[in-house]
């Protein structure tokens, strides 16, 4: 079982590391908002990162749009930095937990796994790129189950919408359910939206390097999940989606994998049917259409060369046509915006057998929230946290690197996240 409790040694149940992000600082006002739903009503914390100064600014700006003056005397600061391993094990020595929001994690993640799981502290992560995510299971999993401690990756917007939101679909089923594929529609308000450049750089790297996923995959030497039922078909690259009344294009982010992962491991682990998935975005009209494909064209040409690279990196918004900028979505465009995940699930009733004819059962479920980086995102974080130091029992018997899904299968985590605005429903 995973340990959670605080000690004199460890004097924290969360410490956030990159406080001083654009994340990093929402994650702050939502840990600081939520403390009360720490073990027995209270949660020790403290915030970290490489700039002392920084990080004042962030608990003083924290104070004032929550109202807590508090937090400016109460909250312990951390200096840890990357670069330097020491400095990483010390902090990672005082925490039972590491909500770690310092990125690209391709660049800077891997040194703080590393340290959280040799100096036992669990490490939740908001990472969306899947070649570290996969990376970091193969490389530290097994010494993680060795020291008891969970390293869950992906707890952000990618990808515990999408991932719980396919075990909520499901447990809601009548039966067995063999597939499910998403739609995700992104609102804005009047004021409009966008995603921090910290999301862009990730995306930048993501992209230039994926063709190394195959063979990262390749040395885990899965044999393939059995497909239960009839097969998922393979939609186009754009196509019209009957299911949302919009066009649709295949979703580019860590969901697929992140989903697949975790469907891998409850079957193998808990021997149950694994469920197929496909997920899809929604752009909306023709004038978005046009917009994606120009952006999309450049955006996978520029990505090839490291001037092209170095270009995107410089001008954010002329390249996605504003939907990424350096200085990220102002409060007020937080709060006009929205998520809204439809998944369509197709099954057997109970009584059936999947492997004799076509699926003769649907299901419709919906996850929705708020704006999805920057309000959600912590969230999901923070949740994720609460949920393994109330639930430790309900976690997979051993440490290890996990999924959202994976980790979090036999908690709450779903109901939490309900009652904090990330709901869960079947229409
Ligand atoms: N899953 C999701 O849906 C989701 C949502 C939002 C963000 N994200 C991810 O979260 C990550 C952060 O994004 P962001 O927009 O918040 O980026 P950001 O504003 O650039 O923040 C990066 C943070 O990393 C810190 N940092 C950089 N180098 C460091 C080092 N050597 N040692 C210690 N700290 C260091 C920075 O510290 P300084 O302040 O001192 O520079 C800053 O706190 C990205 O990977 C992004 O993709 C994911």
């Excluded at 003056?69 to 670069?83: F, M, Q, R, T």
């Excluded at 004021?191 to 885990?220: M, N, P, V």
Aim: net charge neutral.
């Amino acid at each position: 079982m995973a340990v959670v409790n605080t000690s004199p040694d460890r004097p924290y149940h969360i410490i956030i590391f990159g406080a001083s992000g654009f994340t990093g600082q929402f994650v702050v006002e939502e840990v600081a908002r939520t403390s009360s739903e720490g073990p027995k009503g209270t949660l020790k914390w403290a915030v970290a990162g490489r700039s002392r100064q920084k990080l004042e600014k962030v608990l003083n700006q924290a104070s004032e749009v929550l109202g807590k003056p508090e937090l400016k005397s109460e909250v312990d600061i951390i200096v840890a930095d990357v670069g330097e391993p020491e400095s990483l094990a010390t902090m990672c020595k005082q925490g039972v937990i590491v909500l770690n929001c310092v990125g690209p994690y391709r660049f800077y993640g891997e040194p703080v796994v590393k340290a959280c799981v040799e100096n036992g502290a669990h490490c939740i992560d908001i990472c969306g790129e899947p070649q570290f995510l996969e990376g970091m299971q193969l490389n530290y999993d097994s010494e993680a189950a060795e020291k008891g401690v969970y390293v869950v990756g992906s707890c952000g917007f990618d990808s515990i919408p999408a991932d719980m939101g396919v075990l909520y679909t499901r447990d809601q089923f009548k039966g067995t359910l063999t597939a499910v594929e998403s739609f995700l529609t992104a609102s804005s308000g009047p004021e409009g939206g966008c995603i921090h450049d910290g999301t862009w750089q990730s995306a930048i790297y993501g992209l230039a390097d994926s063709h190394k996923l195959r063979s990262l995959r390749k040395k885990f030497g899965h044999k393939p999940l059995p497909v239960v039922g009839a097969k998922i078909k393979r939609r186009g690259a754009l196509f019209f989606s009957e299911e949302v009344q919009q066009y649709a294009i295949p979703f580019m982010g860590a969901d697929p994998s992140v989903v697949k992962r975790s469907q891998r491991f409850l079957t193998e682990e808990y021997e149950e049917s694994p469920v197929q998935y496909g997920a899809y975005a929604s752009v909306g009209g023709i004038s978005n259409i046009i917009k994606l494909l120009f952006a999309g064209f450049m955006f996978m040409i520029l990505v090839k060369f490291s001037f092209g690279r170095n270009l995107l990196i410089k001008f954010p918004e002329f390249f996605s046509f504003g939907f990424f900028s350096k200085a990220g979505p102002t409060r007020k465009q937080m709060e006009g915006s929205s998520f809204r995940f439809a998944f369509f699930g197709e099954g057997y009733t109970e009584g059936t057998d999947p492997s004799q004819g076509k699926p003769n059962a649907k299901i419709r479920t919906l996850v929705q929230g708020p704006e999805a980086g920057y309000v959600a995102t912590p969230i999901a974080m923070v949740q994720a946290a609460i949920t393994i130091l109330n639930e430790p029992r309900l976690l997979p018997k051993k440490g290890g690197v996990y999924t959202p899904g994976a980790a979090f299968a036999k908690t709450t985590l779903i109901d939490r996240l309900n009652k904090h605005g990330i709901q869960f429903s079947v229409v």
